[in-house]
């Protein structure tokens, strides 16, 4: 599926699919402990049960061990001329 806008600048619009809802909200939380995030949206992902979650990360309000990570992927990425 398809995003029906492209997110704005410094945003990722992540969708996480697993067997079970209580894996899916403990991926959802550790997003959450290193970036700013919407309220996760929940839904059935399949007729066996699977969850899919679905929310907002803002990268330019990074915390903890991502916000290091951006830092130093930010200088390798501006090194060898990525953006």
């Not at 990722?12 to 909200?25: G, L, M, T």
């Amino acid at each position: 599926m398809q995003p029906k806008e492209t997110p704005s600048d410094g945003q990722a619009d992540v969708r996480i699919v697993a067997d079970s809802p209580e894996v899916a909200r403990r991926v959802a939380e550790v997003l959450r402990r290193c970036f700013a995030a919407t309220e996760q949206r929940s839904y059935p992902s399949d007729s066996a049960g699977g969850t899919r979650l679905e929310l907002t990360v803002d990268t330019t309000r990074a915390a903890g061990p991502a916000r290091s990570w951006l830092e130093t992927s930010r200088s390798s990425g501006e090194d060898d001329g990525r953006t």
